[in-house]
């Protein structure tokens, strides 16, 4: 998911510097071509979609779709700079507390309606109520009031100095007017969402697909691919056979496909690969609700038990970084000096003894008062390198006496009976980042309710007050101190076992044109793709 600044469980558009690719370098970008209306892309996608109203998603496959439908005030451009969306300018004053949106005029909803200060007002409304079941009120609570003096103006007033404020705003607007006065819970706009976006639905086929149609009115001119289908295809070896088979035009390949399937020129002749460090990365989160988990020196000893250069080596041939917490490495907010346990057996035996687990009977698994060491980790079906993680993981556990058992399940059952539940032991799942390294959603104690994100139960007052703190000052240099220190406390703590930063590695038709691979990655000028009338292989 990523709506505004939020955080998401899977990534899959969202890049940072790229490039086309192949095993020995650069592959040109197939050029040429007149722009053209017309032609559908297809897309691959593991999971489904829960919701198209983008305030009660926390997947990403909903608001990967949402994302074609709706817009913010303002958005990122190719070079991660803040520019207008909904909003055509806007002022903030001197000492950083009140933000003047200047609307766009003449945008309209996907049923002709007007888009007004209305929308703005009742989408900031219903994210705070706290009826509203939604992950992303906090950064809305932090205003101290909202006005519309009219219909094309909207000023917002804080309390005190917020660093995230104006990248908040990037938050899909809804339509005030089929949904004020409603119990947005209960709408139809969950299945058939009406938006200000390039596309805008035509059909949801449980199961299967969702199709969307390009927008002629969209304000930023009609996109020139007439269609977008995003296909639900759950196993990800199934999804590269319908890629070859021409089935699809679009999706992220393994490690395996990337480097040892997709190398030869046929294929680089109908596809352009690209590779970039994903802003994302892979943990194991322990449910600390749970006693298992409830000593540090446990949840230290397990991550002293993991190889993570073994994860990378062994399930990325190699493309990606080892991960020591919630931030990327090279950007400004990632501590480099982090101490993380390294791998160490010996460490996490003895950590392990000292927590008082040990091998009373003699079968080669920890046990203390009578009990085993034993739990489940579950992830998530269609993903192979998270199974594979799991099952190095499982192994390595093994050698220092842990039983770890392995529960693969589908993505949508894995939310709602599970991760919302808070129904699980531990998990392997990732992060997706956003371009602020405001953390409140995810590791503030107070997030830990129900449909939100802390899902795993942490807390600690230190890292509480220093995300408050974060938050709470422009000066960036006293930003990059707490979260710093925030690192310094979660390598400590161990809540999760921070794995690995995976390189991306999506695909796309060669027949697709007008891909300009920029700091913001590939899909920021999606309405400027384009294939060229000769090539178009979809007539309707």
């Not at 949840?299 to 991960?323: D, P, S, W």
């Not at 995810?442 to 807390?459: A, P, R």
Request: aromatic share 12%; net charge neutral.
């Amino acid at each position: 998911m990523t709506l505004g600044r939020a955080f998401s469980l899977f990534l899959l558009l969202s890049l940072a510097g790229c490039g086309a690719v192949d095993e020995t370098g650069t592959v040109p970008l197939r050029k040429g071509g007149v722009p053209a209306s017309g032609d559908t892309l297809v897309t691959g996608s593991i999971g489904e979609a829960s919701t198209l109203i983008p305030l009660l998603a926390s997947d990403a496959a909903s608001h990967t779709i949402a994302g074609y439908i709706y817009n913010g005030l303002v958005k990122y451009d190719k070079e991660l700079n803040l520019v207008g969306d909904l909003a055509e300018k806007w002022e903030v004053s001197p000492d950083g507390l009140v933000i003047t949106f200047h609307l766009r005029k003449g945008v309209k909803w996907q049923d002709g309606h007007d888009f007004t200060s209305r929308d703005v007002l009742y989408t900031y409304r219903v994210t705070i109520d706290p009826k509203t079941p939604t992950a992303y009120a906090e950064d809305f609570k932090q205003v101290k009031k909202v006005e519309a003096p009219d219909l094309f103006t909207v000023r917002v007033t804080y309390d005190h100095p917020f660093a995230p404020a104006l990248a908040s705003w990037g938050s899909n607007v809804l339509p005030a007017h089929l949904l004020e006065g409603k119990e947005i819970t209960t709408s139809p706009l969950a299945r058939r969402p009406v938006g200000t976006g390039p596309y805008r639905f035509k059909e949801w086929v449980g199961g299967q697909k969702v199709t969307l149609e390009a927008y002629d009115g969209y304000f930023e001119g009609k996109p020139y691919l007439a269609r977008v289908v995003d296909r639900l295809i759950p196993d990800s070896a199934t999804m590269y056979l319908e890629l070859k088979a021409g089935g699809i035009d679009m999706m992220t390949l393994t490690p395996v496909q990337y480097q040892r399937q997709t190398t030869g020129k046929k294929f680089l002749s109908q596809f352009n690969k690209y590779r970039y460090p994903a802003s994302s990365y892979v943990y194991m989160g322990y449910n600390l609700r749970n006693p298992l988990f409830g000593d540090v020196r446990v949840r230290q000893a397990l991550t002293h038990a993991i190889n993570k250069e073994e994860l990378i080596q062994g399930v990325l041939l190699g493309m990606g970084q080892v991960a020591k917490g919630p931030y990327k490495p090279g950007s400004w907010a990632w501590n480099p000096s982090i101490s993380d346990p390294a791998y160490d057996p010996a460490a996490a035996r003895r950590l392990l003894a000292e927590a008082g687990w040990r091998d009373t009977d003699g079968d080669g698994l920890l046990d203390k008062g009578g009990k085993p060491f034993s739990f489940t980790v579950l992830t998530n079906q269609g993903n192979a390198e998270r199974l594979k993680t799991a099952q190095i993981i499982q192994q390595r556990l093994r050698d220092v006496g842990i039983d770890m058992k392995i529960r693969v399940i589908e993505w949508a059952s894995f939310i709602t009976h599970f991760i919302d539940t808070r129904n699980f032991e531990a998990v392997l799942l990732g992060w997706s980042l956003g371009q602020d390294p405001d953390i409140f959603d995810v590791w503030h104690s107070s997030k830990s309710g129900k449909k939100e994100l802390n899902f795993i139960g942490y807390k600690n007052e230190e890292v509480d007050r220093l995300i408050v703190a974060g938050r709470g000052t422009f000066d960036q240099k006293e930003r990059q101190r707490c979260y710093w220190r925030i690192q310094e406390l979660l390598a400590k703590d161990q809540p999760y076992t921070f794995l690995y930063v995976p390189d991306a590695l999506p695909v796309v038709s060669a027949r697709i044109r007008g891909i300009a691979p920029a700091p913001a990655g590939i899909g920021y000028n999606f309405i400027q793709w384009y294939v060229p009338r000769g090539e178009q292989k979809y007539t309707q």
